[in-house]
Structure formats: C-alpha cells, structure tokens
Nanobody
C-alpha cells in the first residue's frame, strides 16, 4: 500500500485547511486510516482515525469539534478538514493505514503503512 498525503500549507489562526491522503496498491477491505502529527521537538501524536465504514471516527481531545475526518472508498481517499486552527496545530501531518481490528489504535504500531507527511503551519 502506498499513501500520498497532500494539502498542507500556511494558514492564519482561526483559518481552515483540508488534507487528503490517497491509498493505492493492494488496499484492504476492512481498513483503518489515521492522521498523526509531529510538532517540532515533540513526539508524533495521534490526531484522528476512521475505518472503511466511516462510523464513529475517533478524535484526539485536542482536535474534537474543530477537525473532521471523512473518507471516499471509491477513491481510496481520506480527508481531514481542519477548522478553527490554532498555532499549536503546527506540525507535520502523517497519514497511516492498516487493518481495522474492531478498535481504533492511537498508537503508531497499529498501522502498517505511512505517507510521507505534509507540513501544516498555523501563524498567530
């Protein structure tokens, strides 16, 4: 599976961005896709995950109510709509892909494949 992330950029605080992550290759029917992020000098952290059904995605507390994940199975693509952005959202955002086991993993080891990362910068 190959993942191609896109959509990062520079935005002012309070603004919005939409990230995309397209999966290609031998994709799974029952998959989970997630976004993690890594801010400068910090460890990579979980942001949100969604499975093939789109039901009940899991969000990190820090982004609940501001970020929305969605998926288009026909395009093997997941989208992350980020609204009301804050300077602390500044990070490299990575999409991840794996088999959905019935529980969303918030850990990197829960995903087998990773995209190259896309930089999001939120200015104050």
């Amino acid at each position: 599976v190959q993942l191609q992330a896109s959509g990062g950029g520079l935005v002012q605080a309070g603004g919005s961005l939409r990230l995309s992550c397209a999966a290609s290759g031998r994709t799974f029917m029952m998959y989970a896709m997630a976004w993690f992020r890594q801010a400068p000098g910090k460890e990579r952290e979980f942001v949100v995950a969604i499975n093939w059904s789109g039901i009940s995605p899991r969000y990190a507390d820090s982004v609940k109510g501001r970020f929305t994940i969605s998926r288009d199975n026909a395009k093997n693509t997941v989208y992350l709509q980020m609204n009301s952005m804050k300077p602390e959202d500044t990070a490299i955002y990575y999409c991840a892909y794996g088999v959905y086991t019935g529980v969303y993993s918030v850990y990197e080891k829960g995903y087998n494949y990773w995209g190259q990362g896309t930089l999001v910068t939120v200015s104050s």
